[in-house]
């Protein structure tokens, strides 16, 4: 949170290289490139915004990018660090106390995500276990997934009403929250599944 105050009393941003390596965001910034009319940025800033970014699609340049010792801003995404390229990224640079990780969007319960949010000293993927040395923060309010309140309202302008609502997405006690009050509020056969369970439809 520093650097961002920093950043913001300075109005500048630091002569860094800045990577776009995950092929979503790279198909999310050419999406507000070709519709100007959802944002608030001219053309003119968003094609200097853009500009600002080296986008990369091939491992090759990934691994060049890592093995570049110099400071860097990477926007490497999957979601819950599942998988993917960040992995790549956290493999060489999660050791390095130097290193800030900021996570962006929800990380759920079991996800090393989460696991580091949650103060986690080590983490395993390619069958190993990697210290924690990065600095680990978090910013909400950017993820992308509606809230109760956008869920619950999305169920009224639904044409045809649903016999049954299935809730598979989430934290159980979140998850048990949103079906009282989608019965409550619309009356439907809302359940939360369970792993195995069969249900007629």
């Known amino acids: 949170?520093?650097?961002?105050?920093?950043?913001?009393?300075?109005?500048?941003?630091?002569?860094?290289?800045?990577?776009?390596?995950t092929p979503m965001g790279i198909n999310a910034l050419n999406i507000f490139r070709e519709n100007?009319?959802?944002?608030?940025?001219?053309?003119?800033?968003?094609?200097?915004?853009?500009?600002?970014?080296?986008?990369?699609s091939e491992h090759k340049e990934t691994n060049e990018i890592i093995l570049d010792s110099r400071p860097k801003v990477v926007i490497a995404a999957s979601g819950m660090i599942t998988g993917g390229r960040v992995l790549s990224y956290l493999e060489h640079y999660i050791v390095q106390p130097e290193t800030t990780i900021i996570m962006v969007g929800y990380q759920a319960e079991g996800t090393?995500?989460?696991?580091?949010?949650?103060?986690?000293?080590?983490?395993?993927?390619?069958?190993?276990?990697?210290?924690?040395?990065?600095?680990?923060?978090?910013?909400g309010g950017l993820s992308a997934h509606g809230d109760q309140n956008d869920l619950v309202n999305w169920l009224?302008?639904?044409?045809n009403k649903p016999t049954k609502v299935f809730l598979v997405h989430g934290e159980n006690q979140p998850a048990d929250e949103l079906r009282i009050k989608i019965q409550e509020k619309y009356g439907f056969n809302c359940k939360i599944p369970l792993i195995g369970q069969e249900f007629e439809l």
Do not use: T
């Not at 949170?1 to 390596?21: A, C, F, S």
């Not at 100007?36 to 080296?54: A, G, I, N, Q, T």
């Open 1 to 21: 949170m520093y650097l961002l105050w920093q950043l913001k009393q300075e109005k500048r941003i630091p002569n860094v290289p800045y990577i776009i390596d």
């Open 156 to 159: 009224s302008d639904l044409q």
């Open 112 to 139: 090393r995500g989460r696991k580091m949010l949650d103060g986690a000293k080590e983490i395993k993927f390619f069958g190993k276990y990697y210290p924690v040395n990065a600095k680990i923060v978090e910013i």
């Open 36 to 56: 100007p009319k959802w944002h608030k940025l001219s053309v003119e800033e968003c094609d200097k915004v853009s500009k600002m970014f080296l986008l990369v």
